[in-house]
Each structure stands twice: as structure tokens, then as C-alpha cells.
């Protein structure tokens, strides 16, 4: 985690140096709006939007990992209590084929 935020200040700054040595005026055209504005303005919007879907990607992957761990959880629950019916079963059969033993030697 640690990594990832150092990662992510060193791409800020150089996006900060970037910014400020392209600081000027243009004319920014998007579908039917014209406006005038810093380069660096741009350029910032522009990191911080790739940022935002970045993160929102991450948030997606995170979330259907956890849903993921969530059923193999419930699966190991459920394997891990059909082991133990069964471990039953196999002892209980064991135990009766012991008396089995122990009632034919007695005889």
C-alpha cells in the first residue's frame, strides 16, 4: 500500500512539473463549447480524471474479489462440515466393526 501512494506522489509531482512549465492559454474546443483556458488547468483535470477511473476500476476489482472470497468461504464451510459428517460415519462404522470383533472373539 505503501508503494502504491509513493508511486502515485512521484506521478503527481511530475504531472505538477509538467503543469506548470505548459501553463499557457488555449483555446479548449468540446462538442458545441468553446473556452479559454491554462494548459495546466487541462492537464491537472485531465490526471485527476484518469485518477478517479482508475480508482473506480480498482473499487470494481476489489469488490468482486471480496464477493468471490465471500462464496469460496461458504464452499469451504460447507466441504469443511460434509468432512466432518463423514469423518462421523467412518468412525461410527469403524466403532461397529470393532464390537463386531470384539462380540465374535468373545463367543
Not at 503543469?19 to 458545441?32: C, D, E, K, R
Not at 492537464?43 to 472470497?69: C, H
Request: proline fraction near 0%.
Amino acid at each position: 500500500m505503501q508503494k502504491n501512494f509513493i508511486i502515485s506522489l512521484v506521478f503527481a509531482i511530475i504531472v505538477a512539473i509538467f503543469a506548470i512549465q505548459n501553463s499557457n492559454n488555449i483555446n479548449v474546443n468540446f462538442l458545441t463549447f468553446t473556452f479559454t483556458t491554462s494548459q495546466a488547468v487541462i492537464i491537472f483535470v485531465s490526471a485527476l480524471l484518469g485518477g478517479i477511473i482508475a480508482s473506480l476500476f480498482g473499487l470494481i476489482r476489489e469488490f468482486k474479489l471480496k464477493r468471490l472470497n465471500k462464496e469460496i468461504n461458504k464452499k469451504l464451510i460447507e466441504l469443511e462440515n460434509n468432512l466432518k459428517e463423514k469423518e462421523e460415519i467412518l468412525n461410527k462404522s469403524e466403532e461397529i466393526d470393532i464390537n463386531k470383533e470384539l462380540n465374535l472373539e468373545k463367543e
